[in-house]
């Protein structure tokens, strides 16, 4: 999961009973559901582009693998 020192990066992961979104690492934010943290995260996201920063999103599959999602669509990328 390479990254640029400029890219802000979010990730939506399962914790202890909920789903949390973390900015470069640090809490953003917990939801009950999953879908909840995806929308928070990707809503953040679009916000940080269309003020001109490099964004990527990541959440954790049911695997428990990082899959890396478009920031505008929120189509999985791989």
Known sequence: MATHSD?????????DGDWRV????RNSGHFD????????A???????IDKGA???VFVQDAAG????V?????????
């Not at 890219?7 to 914790?15: L, N, P």
């Not at 973390?22 to 690492?25: A, F, S, V």
């Not at 999953?34 to 929308?39: G, N």
Request: hydrophobic fraction near 40%.
């Open 7 to 15: 890219t802000i990066q979010f990730t939506v992961i399962r914790g």
């Open 22 to 25: 973390l900015r470069d690492g």
């Open 33 to 40: 559901f999953s879908v909840d943290a995806i929308e928070s």
């Open 42 to 48: 990707l809503v953040k996201a679009t916000t940080l």
């Open 54 to 56: 490099r964004v990527e």
């Open 65 to 68: 693998q990082l899959r890396q």
């Open 70 to 78: 478009d920031p505008v669509g929120g189509e999985v990328l791989h």
